[in-house]
């Protein structure tokens, strides 16, 4: 996949996003694990985590662009298990565009628990990291940028696909 240096030392960069990437989903949805009978995967935590996010309920688009996410049957299909498992309810009217998520008390509850044992178990093990805690905000504005980068790079491609 690499014709020059740049393209190699980006294969090596996405290689080693991929495995954070599947760490950091996995992590997640062991700690959800630990503090609810509720199995999910990683994607279903981080929309149970998104639902969570202040006080206002949130639209499927509002949740989709939070997770950069563009799929929305599947986030459907997601938000649709997790009101069966009683985490997240609906709040609005009919209509699908309008209908509105919020965490349930028992939702609450769940990530509440989560937060507290992420708050035990990671920061120690982060701690190993030089000044980890002092470059978060630098790091996160790094990644938020890559994201953007990404999603330009992906339109392009989506762009030349139907120039053919």
Known sequence: ?????I??????????LERLTQAYYR?????????????LTGDDVALVNVVNIGSEPKRLSEIG???????IPNL??????????????TEGNSSRKE?????TAKGQAV??????????TL??????????????EKTGMHMDLLASLYGQAAQIAISRRHQS
């Open 111 to 120: 990530g509440d628990a989560y937060a507290a044992l992420r708050g035990e």
């Open 27 to 39: 992590w997640k949805a062991a700690c959800f694990a630990a503090v609810c009978e509720v199995p």
């Open 123 to 136: 920061p120690p093990l982060l701690d190993a990291l030089d000044e980890w805690a002092a470059n978060l």
């Open 76 to 89: 459907q299909y997601a938000t649709r298990k997790l009101i069966r498992t009683g985490l997240i309810e």
């Open 99 to 103: 209908t509105r998520y919020r965490t």
């Open 1 to 5: 996949m690499a014709r020059s240096d």
């Open 65 to 71: 662009q939070l997770l950069n996410r563009v799929d």
């Open 7 to 16: 393209e190699s030392r980006l294969s090596d960069f996405e290689f080693r």
